[in-house]
Antibody, heavy 122, light 106 residues
């Protein structure tokens, strides 16, 4: 059974940093791209970062580029999101998600973690 | 960015057929996917590649469309289908989601 378990969230002040972790099990973690997706309270979903299976490429949404860093440790089956210079608008539930693809062309998210809440407030 | 527009809410009776629409601001080919999110839970994949049913998802769910207009159909609707449904495109960068359609049962 595929499981993704996030941790590391909490209440922080604007301008501070936080590092989220996502431990994966039930699949060959080192073979799949992984994503972070967030959802502000009562809002929709926003994709924020992608890391290739081998860390060779990383992509970010403009809203977090230069402040957030995605990384992974395949030996530990763990995905990370380092968040710096946090703002109130970063307040959200953060989900890690496993990537799947259809026809080698269309990418989607076939498994999601339960999410971890990050609140940025003074 | 590709904007995905969904109607905000629908109310239907159990046993009825419901269609949830998603319109893209530009073509996404068949790179459209649908997720169900129940309160307090993470999203769950229902449909990928516009019309492919994810393993384990009831056949009551189906998807159609290509280009800019897509539809998720639930037939028949059951009480357990109360949730918010999101479309997501992966044809254009960055990946984007619709704002969600909240489905309520009468």
């Amino acid at each position: 059974e595929v499981q993704l378990v996030e941790s590391g969230g909490g209440l922080v002040k604007p301008g501070s940093s936080l590092k989220l972790s996502c431990v994966a099990s039930g699949f060959t973690f080192s073979s799949y791209g992984m994503h972070w997706i967030r959802q502000a309270p009562k809002k929709g979903l926003e994709w924020i970062a992608l890391i290739y299976y081998d860390s060779s490429n990383k992509y970010y949404a403009d809203s977090v580029k230069g402040r957030f860093t995605i990384s992974r440790d395949n030996s530990k089956n763990t995905l990370y999101l380092e968040m710096n210079s946090l703002r109130s608008e970063d307040t959200a539930m953060y989900y890690c998600a496993k990537e799947a693809n259809y026809d080698g062309t269309y990418y989607y998210f076939d498994y999601w973690g339960q999410g971890v809440m990050v609140t940025v407030s003074s | 960015d590709t904007v995905l527009t969904q109607s905000p809410a629908l109310a239907v009776s159990p046993g009825e057929r419901v269609t949830i629409s998603c319109r893209a601001s530009e073509s996404v080919s068949t790179g459209m996917h649908w997720y169900q999110q129940k309160p307090g839970q993470q999203p769950k994949l229902l449909i990928y590649g516009a019309s492919n049913l994810e393993s384990g998802v009831p056949a009551r769910f189906s998807g159609s469309g290509s280009g800019t207009d897509f539809t998720l159909t639930i037939d028949p609707v059951e009480a357990d289908d109360t949730a918010t449904y999101f479309c997501q495109q992966s044809w254009n960068d960055p990946y984007t989601f619709g704002a969600g359609t909240k489905l309520e049962l009468k």
